[in-house]
């Protein structure tokens, strides 16, 4: 019985490191313009991309994002969880969106995200939004980044489009 003690030990030593990465891996807390700052309201209001970008948000994206890019509805989170699915994930400086370079976002909004259960919890937008509202979409959702994201994403956006060109001068 000397084993088995040890390898419960062993896991649960396992267990709290484990939990230990995940608090100390959690986003850190950034400022962003908040939603409803006057500031931003302007800022929107001067650049017609960024208006049809929040109207396209606002209808398409809003009523599972989060109005603010926030993400699911906290009090619907743990219900999902239980059921084993992915949570909408916010489209904020807390999320990973910023992390993707627009090509990829424009694939996802084209084609969604599809489960094992073949479920689209991430529904296709192809022929629903064009291709110039995606990037619309995708100005809007960047005035929740830090100015660091915006960079970030920008840079990951201009490998991308060098890696496609290679490709093609390469015949795929
Ligand atoms: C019915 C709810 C729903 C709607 C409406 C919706 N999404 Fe999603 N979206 C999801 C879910 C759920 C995921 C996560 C899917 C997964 O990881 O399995 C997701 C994931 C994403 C991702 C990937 C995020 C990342 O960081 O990897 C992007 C980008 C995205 N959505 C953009 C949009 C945009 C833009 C719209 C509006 C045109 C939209 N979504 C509308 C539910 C929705």
Redesign the pocket.
């Known amino acids: 019985m000397q084993l088995p003690r040890l390898l419960m030990f062993l896991l649960a030593a396992v267990m709290i490191i484990l939990a230990g990465c995940q608090t100390s891996s959690e986003p850190p807390v950034v400022a962003v313009r908040p939603t409803d700052s006057p500031e931003r309201a302007a800022m929107i209001a001067a650049d017609q991309n960024l208006v049809t970008g929040q109207t396209?948000?606002n209808l398409?994206?809003?009523?599972?994002?989060g109005y603010a890019g926030e993400g699911?509805l906290l009090s619907t989170v743990p219900n999902t969880e239980q059921l084993g699915?992915?949570?909408?994930?916010p489209?904020d400086a807390t999320?990973?969106?910023w992390?993707?370079p627009s090509q990829l976002?424009e694939l996802?909004?084209l084609n969604?995200?599809q489960?094992p259960l073949e479920h689209y919890?991430?529904?296709p937008?192809e022929g629903?939004?064009t291709e110039t509202e995606?990037d619309q979409?995708?100005a809007y959702?960047s005035l929740w980044w830090t100015d660091d994201q915006r960079a970030w994403q920008a840079q990951v956006t201009q490998r991308r489009a060098e890696l496609d060109a290679e490709y093609e001068v390469n015949g795929k």
């Open positions: 396209v948000y398409r994206c809003a009523h599972c994002h699911q699915l992915h949570t909408v994930p489209h999320g990973h969106t992390q993707h976002i996802v909004v969604g995200i489960n919890p991430m529904p937008f629903v939004v995606i979409l995708i959702m």
